[in-house]
Structure formats: C-alpha cells, structure tokens
C-alpha cells in the first residue's frame, strides 16, 4: 500500500523559506511520478510543481523562481524548496503520486492525474 507523509510546514514571515519533505513508502519510488499541491481557504486545490520519474521538473506561473521540486530516490523522499514566500502561499500542502510506472507523460498538473495523496501540511506565511 502506498502511503505519503508530508513535513516541514510551519509559520514564517513574509520573505523566508521553508523546505517540506514528502517520504513515500510502499513501493520503488524511484519508478513514479511525484507532485505537490496547495489547497487555501475559500480556493480549488491548486497544483504546484511536479517531477517526473526521470527527474524532469515543472511549475505552476505562480511560483516559478521561487519554489524548487526535488527528488531523493535513496530516502524515497521528495522535497518542495519554499524561497521568497509570500503571504498568498499560505495552504495547506500535499504531495501526490500515480499508478504509472515509469509513465511517458512529461507533466501532470491535475489532481484527476494522481492516485495516491498524503494528509497535508499546513504553511502559513504571515505579512
């Protein structure tokens, strides 16, 4: 059974960085794809940034520059470095994975394109 397990998340002030960690277990996490969403009071669930299998990587507009995916397939462990962070960012972040082994599409940026989603961490970055 695949399971996800986010860290990391906490209070920061607008301008700082925090780094989460999403540790998978279940299977060979090196084979699959990895992504993280945001979901915010009041908006839809939001997708992030992705990494593919073979480590290709990929934002969303609105944190592009400031947020970087990255993958440990040693510690089956996958990270989103949170820089510049501003008050908008404040969500609670998942990190998803897919059925797919070794899939052959370069970027997944819907929620449907996942199977799999860890519980939340909560960031909040205050102004």
């Known amino acids: 059974q695949v399971q996800l397990v986010e860290s990391g998340g906490g209070l920061v002030q607008a301008g700082g960085s925090l780094r989460l960690s999403c540790a998978a277990s279940?299977?060979?996490?090196?084979?699959?794809?990895m992504g993280w969403f945001r979901h915010a009071p009041g908006k839809e669930r939001e997708f992030v940034a992705g990494?593919?299998?073979?480590?290709?990587?990929y934002y969303s507009d609105s944190v592009k520059g400031r947020f970087t995916i990255s993958r440990d397939n040693a510690k089956n462990t996958v990270y989103l470095q949170m820089n510049s962070l501003k008050p908008e960012d404040t969500a609670v972040y998942y990190c998803?994975?897919?059925?797919?082994?070794?899939?052959?599409?370069?970027?997944?940026?819907?929620?449907?394109?996942?199977?799999?989603w860890g519980q939340g961490t909560q960031v909040t970055v205050s102004s």
């Open positions: 998803a994975t897919d059925k797919i082994y070794r899939g052959l599409i370069t970027t997944k940026r819907r929620s449907y394109e996942y199977d799999y």
């Open positions: 279940g299977r060979t996490f090196s084979d699959y794809d």
């Open positions: 990494i593919s299998w073979s480590s290709f990587t």
